[in-house]
């Protein structure tokens, strides 16, 4: 079983919708991370939560540290957002800093 | 300011030959970092070099080398390419000189197929 595991692969979304990527890890961890990889290849960081909400503009990630989950909203969602969106964890066990890392959540949102 | 650099961007190797991909940062970060990423999977971990002089192994070492030749360079290096390890090759650094320790900044990446 995968440590971090994220929901869903992917996801088709009309221009305005809201959506939802959740992500779900089994060890424990000091941190965890939202990264955003668009097309063209390059990886920037969104969020890194150690608890609670954090919000920055159209995005929005919650942490639940008891239930081990995460979840990234988008609200009115836009073609530019179209990325794979990627979870990552530090995790207490690993080596400081080092990630561990889900498969990714592939987002279309179509005009 | 550039971050994390890496060269080539793309490369095309035969089986059984060698090359070198460079990353470079700016940011005076001690920690940098080795990633590949295929289909279908996250990016994993090949080596890490917590510190200036130090190397470790990741999740997937085999058939890997790499090298921390300063604060700024950290170098991966394929002695004898197989088909297996064409994928896209992320290097990144983190340092707390630029805010929060954890947060990883990512290189572009090299796109690398083995024929």
């Known amino acids: 079983k995968n440590e971090v595991e994220q929901s869903p692969q992917n996801l088709t979304a009309q221009e305005g919708e809201f959506i939802t990527i959740n992500c779900s890890y089994s060890v424990g961890i000091s941190a965890l991370h939202w990264l955003q990889q668009h097309p063209g290849g390059g990886i920037v960081s969104l969020f890194m939560l150690s608890s609670g909400k954090k919000k920055h503009g159209r995005l929005i990630a919650t942490i639940n540290i008891q239930e081990k989950h995460s979840s990234l909203h988008i609200t009115a969602s836009h073609p530019r957002d179209s990325a794979v969106y990627i979870c990552?964890?530090?995790?207490?066990?690993?080596?400081?800093?080092?990630?561990?890392f889900g498969k990714g959540t592939k987002l279309s949102v179509k005009p | 300011n550039a971050g994390v650099t890496q060269t080539p961007k793309f490369q095309v190797l035969k089986t059984g030959q060698s090359m070198t991909l460079q990353c470079a940062q700016d940011?005076?970060?001690?920690?940098m970092y080795w990633y590949r990423q295929d289909p279908g999977m996250g990016l994993r971990l090949i080596y890490y070099s917590a510190s200036e002089g130090t190397t470790d192994k990741g999740e997937v070492p085999n058939g890997y080398n790499v090298s921390r030749l300063n604060k700024r360079e950290f170098s991966l290096r394929l002695e004898s390419a197989a088909p297996s390890q064409t994928s896209v090759y992320f290097c990144a650094s983190r340092g707390v000189e630029t805010g929060d320790p954890y947060e990883q900044y990512f290189g572009p990446g090299t796109r690398l197929t083995v024929t």
């Open positions: 940011m005076n970060h001690n920690s």
């Open positions: 990552a964890v530090n995790s207490y066990g690993g080596s400081q800093g080092n990630l561990i």
